[in-house]
């Protein structure tokens, strides 16, 4: 389901995070507004290396040699785990063996923190056919399970639609590609994208939105 939709940005069906925002069929139709939400959505998801969308995926990937196996996604439930032998052979892990500490409370729209790991619990047994360590063979443990954000913030839901309408509706054309404009009564500067300084869109509030939930850094659990 789409974190923002067509209707939000119509004026009898206006949304809280698109007020101000509203456009009309005839500024953007319907099909190519849908068609900038997916875009701007994946973009902003992108720049802010972090899903915002819930998904049910089955991932596949590797520990260190540990008790815990650090999450490529937020999760909030996993459904089953499998791990792979050098023969080829996938192994169903018992659930009561490893336990999920997700980085996002209980109602999944406020993080906890950034990462999100599997952890074997001790004295359950361990893996089966592995013991007590996620093995490190390339893609060996197959994860089952929901994935990214289940209620996406209101901020987010409000930077891609600052992103949607900046796109149907720039101020000027020349202002793609000039930084500062003057007039007799007013300069002003405007700040073209550079994610080195923590800039990607130019558009305040949005490169505000990115930098307070961009997640950058990766942790090693263990």
């Known amino acids: ?20 925002l509203q456009m009309d069929t005839s500024t953007a139709p319907a099909t190519a507004l849908t068609a900038a939400i997916a875009r701007f959505t994946t973009r902003f998801q ?8 819930q998904e049910t995926l089955t991932l596949s990937t590797q520990g260190d040699g540990t008790m815990t196996l650090r999450l490529p996604k937020r999760c909030s439930l996993v459904t089953q785990i499998r791990s792979l032998s050098s023969s080829g052979t ?9 336990r999920l500490h997700s980085s996002l409370y209980s109602s999944g729209s406020k993080r906890i923190g950034e990462v999100d790991y599997l952890e074997l619990v001790a004295g359950a047994g361990g893996l089966s056919g592995i013991g007590y360590y996620w093995p490190s063979d390339p893609n060996c443990v197959e994860i089952t399970g929901t994935f990214g954000w289940t209620t996406a913030p209101a901020d987010v839901k409000r930077a891609i639609a600052l992103m949607c309408w900046d ?25 073209p994208a550079d994610p ?13 939105t990115i930098r307070e939930y961009r997640r950058d850094t990766v942790v090693e659990v263990g």
């Open 167 to 191: 796109h149907f509706k720039p101020q000027r054309g020349d202002l793609r590609r000039a930084s500062r404009v003057s007039t007799q009564d007013v300069t002003t500067e405007y700040l």
């Open 196 to 208: 080195a300084a923590n800039i990607w869109t130019g558009i305040a509030e949005v490169d505000d």
């Open 1 to 20: 389901m789409a974190l923002i939709t067509e209707a939000d940005f119509r004026s009898a069906t206006v949304a809280e995070y698109c007020i101000d």
């Open 90 to 98: 996938y192994t169903t892990q018992p659930a009561a063996r490893y």
């Open 46 to 53: 992108e720049y802010t290396n972090d899903t915002f969308e």
